[in-house]
């Protein structure tokens, strides 16, 4: 499973990875977060520690590339790579090995998080948030896909800005239109602030997730179903006259009976089973937990969005929806 995390050079990234990854070493709605190599744990960890004390980590402008644990109650329950591309990916050719492997991911992931600098958007600065550049890229992976994902447009340093106005979201409009005219995407604008005081910062990483971990369990349990329909086939085929004939026919021949194959059917649905136990719990939490989200639909308005961002800007986790089916999203 792979997350691709874009945006240009300054926009917070590693400000927002490394202090996510700090928030999320104690439980967060029964979610944490681990580093699969030692190293990057220990960097991470230092840099969240720094942020908190006013030391904020120098931008680099190279793709870079971690592997993490998702876990719930203490346990792993989800393995996947962070692409983070830096500006650098924006700006070069498509003919460049940094510009190809940005494409390749973008078409291949599972989950995108698009960050943008409220500064720089609430002044119309559209160069230092390379907006149009990413808006070509992300429409165009977007066509290609046939799953679903979901798509994070994350606005960074929100705490400096006084208040979400229009001005600060007409420029993401055709991010937004893009978002609506898929039939495979799921997309939410998720205001966050990093530093001493941290805000939303768990947010864009487990919605970025979420679609892909119930598409895990719903497709766990899809595999379930016609492992034991199979199981069941065999089973019938291999009663009465027509299944003594093949029991004889397939020993003669060295190959399976139906006996044989219902119970490979079997317990393959059993192992299936017990992964869908496994993912089922921590994906209907995660489903209701980004719910709370100003979630990007075909009805809202540009205005509809500054008014649920600045609800939004206060903390998310305070709101409670009411729950729904999460694997209804696949039935739409």
Same mark, same amino acid.
């Given at each position: 499973m792979r997350i691709v995390m874009l945006g240009h050079t300054g926009v917070g990234k590693t400000t927002y990875m490394a202090s996510l990854y700090g928030a999320m070493q104690q439980s967060v709605e029964g979610f944490s977060l681990r580093a699969a190599d030692s190293e990057d744990h220990k960097r991470l960890k230092?840099?969240?520690?720094?942020?908190?004390?006013?030391?904020?980590?120098? @931008?680099?402008?190279?793709?870079? @590339?971690?592997?993490?644990?998702?876990?719930?109650?203490?346990?792993?329950?989800?393995?996947?790579?962070?692409?983070?591309?830096?500006?650098g990916a924006l700006r070069e050719t498509q003919e460049s090995g940094q510009a190809q492997a940005l494409l390749k991911d973008l078409k291949s992931t599972d989950g995108l998080m698009l960050f943008f600098d409220s500064n720089a958007l609430a002044a119309k600065d559209h160069?230092?948030?390379?907006?149009?550049?990413?808006t070509t890229l992300t429409t165009q992976a977007l066509k290609e896909l046939e799953r679903p994902i979901s798509l994070a447009i994350v606005l960074t340093k929100t705490d400096l800005v006084s208040d979400f106005e229009l001005t600060l979201?007409?420029?993401?409009?055709?991010?937004?239109? @893009?978002? /609506?005219?898929?039939?495979?995407?799921?997309? @939410?604008?998720?205001?966050?602030?990093?530093?001493?005081?941290?805000? /939303?910062?768990?947010?864009?990483?487990?919605f970025a997730l979420h679609a892909a971990v119930i598409w895990q369990a719903a497709l766990a349990s899809t595999t379930a179903e016609k492992h034991q329909n199979l199981a069941k086939s065999y089973e019938d085929r291999g009663r009465g006259v027509g299944g003594a004939i093949n029991w004889i026919v397939s020993?003669?021949?060295?190959?399976?009976?139906?006996?044989?194959m219902a119970a490979k059917e079997r317990l393959a649905a059993a192992t299936k089973l017990r992964e869908f136990d496994l993912i089922r719990e921590p994906a209907e939490s995660l489903y209701y937990y980004v719910r709370k989200l100003p979630l990007i639909k075909p009805d809202l308005s540009l205005n509809d969005y500054t008014d649920l961002l600045e609800k939004a800007r206060e903390g998310l986790l305070k709101h409670q929806l009411k729950q729904q089916d999460p694997f209804l999203m696949f039935e739409e």
């Open positions: 230092n840099l969240a520690d720094g942020i908190r004390r006013g030391e904020y980590p120098v @931008a680099t402008d190279q793709r870079q @590339a971690y592997k993490f644990y998702l876990r719930y109650q203490g346990r792993n329950i989800l393995e996947f790579a962070w692409a983070d591309y830096r500006g160069r230092s948030n390379q907006i149009r550049r990413m979201l007409e420029s993401l409009n055709g991010l937004i239109a @893009a978002v /609506n005219v898929s039939k495979t995407v799921l997309g @939410a604008i998720i205001p966050i602030s990093c530093g001493k005081e941290l805000c /939303n910062v768990s947010m864009p990483l487990m020993k003669v021949n060295e190959e399976s009976t139906f006996r044989e």
